[in-house]
């Protein structure tokens, strides 16, 4: 069983930063493609950006590549989501999630096994 705890969203001015950590637990010496997810309201859960379980690659929707940036901790299940520039159409809740086996996808919600409560950002404009 792996528990994800997302931290750091918040309320924050358009044009303005906001760091996300993703927190999370599992079978000790497992790593984990992780990602992060958001959703709207009215709207289904879309990718935002994803890692892979060494943190040797990384991979973004379109809409917010040059303005997000994940990373891991080395050795950890820990990850954060570095977003800069934000916009108002940012503003959504933003799911941590991470994938039990290294499917070698990473766009689709279907691939992960795990997900946290999310935490919310909102962009004002």
């Known amino acids: 069983q792996v528990q994800l705890v997302e931290s750091g969203g918040g309320l924050v001015q358009a044009g303005g930063s906001l760091r996300l950590s993703c927190a999370g637990s599992?079978?000790?010496?497992?790593?984990?493609?992780m990602a992060w997810f958001r959703q709207a309201p009215g709207k289904e859960r879309e990718f935002v950006a994803a890692i892979s379980w060494n943190g040797g690659a990384t991979y973004y929707s379109d809409s917010v590549k040059g303005r997000f940036t994940i990373s891991r901790e080395n050795g950890k299940n820990t990850v954060t989501l570095q977003m800069n520039s934000l916009k108002p159409e940012d503003t959504a809740v933003y799911y941590c999630?991470?994938?039990?086996?290294?499917?070698?996808?990473?766009?689709?919600?279907?691939?992960?096994?795990?997900w946290g409560q999310g935490t919310q950002v909102t962009v004002s404009s």
């Open positions: 999630a991470a994938q039990l086996f290294n499917s070698g996808s990473y766009y689709r919600t279907e691939v992960y096994d795990y």
């Open positions: 599992g079978r000790p010496g497992s790593m984990y493609p």
